[in-house]
């Protein structure tokens, strides 16, 4: 299984990339496949037309698309800015629709505050819904991230810890039963 972590902070001075980094080895130390998409690599346009409708899709929106097909199940992590999750996060998820069907989606959202992250967390899983993706219902909300993680990208406490853990089974076991059923034979359906 291959799991597509999705940054959705362009920011300078940003600091959702640190949770993103920690997920990434976690899966990994799990065995898990991870392609880490950071769209502070990966700039798209603004969205003019989805990609596959547009007479010149630019490489790296073609390129994108390719890694998002190529991913088992997604993992979108977003600070909160005003209310709700990142605009550039929002473009990126317009351009495409297909490379999201039908795939288990986690949803991780960090804030300054206290709080971390919970209403752009929850609009997120809706507009994971409305892409023809599953939404996990667990969330991971890491609060105060600017100094949730030491120079080295370690949490410095044990909730996040513990949070992130619980929040990988929960994942890794919606991703698989998604992951397996979408393998089972069509007559399975009939």
């Known amino acids: 299984m ?14 959702s ?18 392609d880490l998409i950071d769209l502070a690599d990966n700039p798209l346009p603004i969205l003019e037309e989805r990609a596959g409708r547009h007479p010149q899709v630019q490489a790296r929106v073609q390129a994108l698309s390719a890694r998002l097909h190529e991913a088992d199940g997604l993992v979108f992590v977003t600070p909160e800015y ?8 929002k473009n990126a998820l317009d351009h495409f629709w ?6 288990p ?3 991780v959202a960090v804030s300054a505050g206290k709080l971390g992250g919970i209403n752009a967390s929850t609009q997120l899983q809706h507009v994971v819904l409305s892409l023809g993706a599953f939404a996990m219902p667990t969330k991971l909300l890491v609060s105060e ?8 990208l370690q949490p410095r406490s044990e909730h996040v810890v513990k949070s992130t853990q619980r929040f990988l089974d929960e994942y890794l076991w919606f991703a698989r039963a998604i992951v397996q059923a979408k393998q089972a034979p069509a007559e399975r359906a009939a």
């Open 105 to 107: 989606i986690g949803v």
């Open 17 to 34: 990339h640190k949770v993103a980094h920690y997920l990434e080895k976690k899966l990994q130390e799990r065995g898990v496949a991870t």
């Open 145 to 152: 991230v600017q100094s949730a993680f030491d120079e080295s």
């Open 82 to 89: 005003h209310g709700s999750f990142s605009g550039v996060l």
């Open 98 to 103: 297909e490379e999201f069907g039908r795939k």
């Open 2 to 15: 291959k799991i597509g972590i999705l940054l959705g902070s362009t920011r300078t001075g940003r600091q």
